[in-house]
């Protein structure tokens, strides 16, 4: 209590993340691959490209790469963009 005899509000607040299983993280990885192969096939490339840079939680890129060979046809596509040096 104050020297005015009022209280002073007292709060406290907690905030967490919550904890998300490796199971959802690797469902919602794999669906954001399959999302970037279907952009690939429309020729929409230049959306999917980022996915492919170094991050700290790499699944979504691997699993990407991994379907790579079943999207890219002809495999050429992915050629010139490696070898046009485009970030």
Request: proline fraction near 12%.
């Given at each position: 209590m104050s020297e005015t005899g009022v209280e002073s509000p007292l709060t406290t607040s907690v905030w967490h993340r919550p904890l998300v299983l490796?199971?959802?993280?690797?469902?919602?990885?794999?669906r954001q691959a399959n999302a970037a192969v279907a952009l690939l096939r429309l020729g929409r490339e230049q959306r999917v490209w980022p996915i492919l840079?170094?991050?700290?939680?790499?699944?979504?890129?691997?699993?990407?790469?991994?379907?790579?060979?079943?999207?890219?046809?002809?495999?050429r596509r992915l050629r010139c963009r490696l070898h046009s040096g485009k970030e």
């Open positions: 490796e199971e959802v993280k690797d469902r919602l990885a794999r840079q170094h991050c700290p939680d790499p699944r979504t890129r691997s699993y990407l790469i991994h379907r790579l060979v079943d999207a890219l046809d002809p495999p």
